[in-house]
């Protein structure tokens, strides 16, 4: 009788990794159709969503706006 391998992901966190990846929650607002909403920057870069879109340093909302979203910390 074998037993089944089951792989654990286990996540292999170190402490730089910890450092490192540092999640901010920061207020966007649209300045084109004046959205205020919460997104959320893992390092600097915008976590996914489909609102909002990141090119370069700047995040843009999806209403089809080509003024960069203005960010606000929320903490
Ligand atoms: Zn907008």
Same mark, same amino acid.
Request: contains cysteine; hydrophobic residues 30%.
């Given at each position: 009788?074998?037993?089944?391998?089951?792989?654990?992901?286990?996540?292999?966190?170190?402490?730089?990794?910890? !450092?490192?990846?540092? %999640?901010?929650?920061?207020?966007?607002?649209?300045?084109? @159709?004046?959205?205020?909403? /919460?997104?959320?920057?893992?390092?600097?870069?915008?976590?996914?969503?489909?609102?909002?879109?990141? !090119?370069?340093?700047? %995040?843009?909302?999806?209403?089809?706006?080509?003024?960069? @979203?203005?960010?606000?910390? /929320?903490?």
């Amino acid at each position: 009788m074998s037993t089944i391998g089951i792989e654990k992901q286990t996540p292999s966190y170190t402490m730089a990794d910890r !450092f490192e990846s540092k %999640i901010n929650e920061v207020m966007a607002f649209c300045p084109a @159709c004046k959205a205020f909403e /919460t997104v959320y920057l893992n390092n600097g870069k915008l976590n996914q969503n489909h609102k909002f879109t990141q !090119f370069g340093n700047h %995040i843009y909302h999806d209403c089809g706006s080509n003024t960069p @979203c203005r960010l606000y910390m /929320t903490t």
